[in-house]
């Protein structure tokens, strides 16, 4: 939901939130097609991607 904030790497709960992270980041990125998935692979959390998304794609409606 966005709401977690990513933990320092040295911090308790990193590689809970990491794990989580790549997950989601897998799910986005394989339900897009190739030639768009290219465009968002950089970015680094699903949080950005999905930030991406939402200012490319969504038009305001529902």
Not at 3 to 23: F, H, I, M, T, V
């Amino acid at each position: 939901m966005g709401k977690s904030k990513r933990p320092l790497e040295s911090e308790e709960g990193y590689q809970r939130w990491y794990a989580d992270n790549q997950k989601v980041k897998r799910w986005l990125l394989m339900s897009m097609k190739p030639e768009i998935m290219k465009r968002y692979l950089r970015l680094s959390t699903a949080r950005e991607i999905w930030s991406a998304l939402s200012k490319a794609f969504h038009d305001g409606g529902d």
